[in-house]
């Protein structure tokens, strides 16, 4: 499975970015996905997360009320809408596909992983 990251650029604080990741083989829509990121000299972090049918969601703290993740099993795509940016926000965002149906904000249950889109927000 293939997974390729898009919609990431650079943004001023307060504004609005939505980032797309699409999966390469139809399987994907049985698998939990969910978005990470990691700014430089830090660890990667966990954002969010859609199980397979898109009924639940986890988001971390820092982007709740701002960010929504959402899926299309059709295309095999997950969004990430990211509202009222900040620069905590700037870093590089991926996409992973889950090892199973369930959702999780752990990388190790995450088994494929796009490439990265960079979001960049200036003060």
């Known amino acids: 499975v293939q997974l390729q990251a898009s919609g990431g650029g650079l943004v001023q604080a307060g504004g609005s970015l939505r980032l797309s990741c699409a999966a390469s083989?139809?399987?994907?829509?049985?698998?939990?996905l969910g978005w990470f990121r990691q700014a430089p000299g830090k660890d990667r972090e966990f954002v969010a997360a859609?199980?397979?049918?898109?009924?639940?969601?986890y988001y971390t703290d820092s982007v709740k009320g701002r960010f929504t993740i959402s899926r299309d099993n059709a295309k095999n795509t997950v969004y990430l809408q990211m509202n009222s940016l900040n620069p905590e926000d700037t870093a590089l965002y991926y996409c992973?596909?889950?090892?199973?149906?369930?959702?999780?904000?752990?990388?190790?249950?995450?088994?494929?992983w796009g490439q990265g889109t960079q979001v960049t927000v200036s003060s």
């Open positions: 859609i199980s397979w049918r898109g009924d639940i969601t």
């Open positions: 992973a596909q889950g090892r199973g149906s369930q959702v999780s904000t752990r990388p190790e249950q995450y088994h494929y």
């Open positions: 083989k139809r399987t994907a829509s049985n698998n939990a």
